[in-house]
């Protein structure tokens, strides 16, 4: 459903004209950083500008780049978890981008024992109908458990 309450299919939300889908297509990868509460002003703004606009958008944000070690695609320095893929495929018609994830890396800040910590990370998520970004880290009930007690 759009803001102006119209139903929509995928063809609507999605837009190969964007800069993202230029570098895909030039680089054959990409990275996937997951957003977090810390950076959700940050995280926003690349939503909400294209590169093809403003071509000093990174700087702007704030957010500073690295090559990712394993797939020709920058990862965001500020973001603690990144999933680095390489392309399998591209469909303009649909926007459908299939591929393959080659490495997880986590920042050692959002570990504890070895392990991506939730609550370190502090990962967002996008609600399409209230449009606001929502905290996902909280537990809510143990898995494997809560639906044994039925
Ligand atoms: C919360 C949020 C969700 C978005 N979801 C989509 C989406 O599902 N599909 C899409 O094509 N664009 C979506 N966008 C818009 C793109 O992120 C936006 O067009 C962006 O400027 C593209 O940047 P680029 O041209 O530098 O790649 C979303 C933006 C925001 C802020």
Redesign the pocket.
């Known amino acids: 459903m759009g803001r102006d309450g119209r139903r929509r299919d995928a063809r609507d939300?999605?837009?190969n004209t964007?800069?993202?889908?230029a570098n895909l297509e030039k680089r054959k990868a990409y990275t996937v950083s997951v957003g977090t509460a810390a950076q959700v002003k940050a995280c926003?703004y690349l939503?909400?500008?294209?590169?093809?606009k403003v071509a000093d958008?990174v700087a702007r944000s704030g957010f500073h780049m690295t090559k990712a070690p394993h797939v020709d695609a920058p990862t965001i320095d500020e973001l603690p978890l990144v999933f680095e893929c390489e392309l399998v495929s591209m469909d303009p018609d649909t926007?459908l981008v299939i591929g393959k994830v080659v490495n997880v890396a986590c920042d050692e800040s959002a570990l504890t024992d070895g392990q991506p910590d939730a609550e370190k990370i502090g990962p967002i998520s996008?609600d399409p109908v209230a449009h606001v970004y929502r905290p996902l880290a909280s537990p809510l009930a143990p898995a494997f458990k809560v639906g044994l007690e039925l």
């Open positions: 939300l999605h837009d964007h800069k993202t889908w926003d939503g909400c500008v294209s590169g093809n958008k926007c996008y």
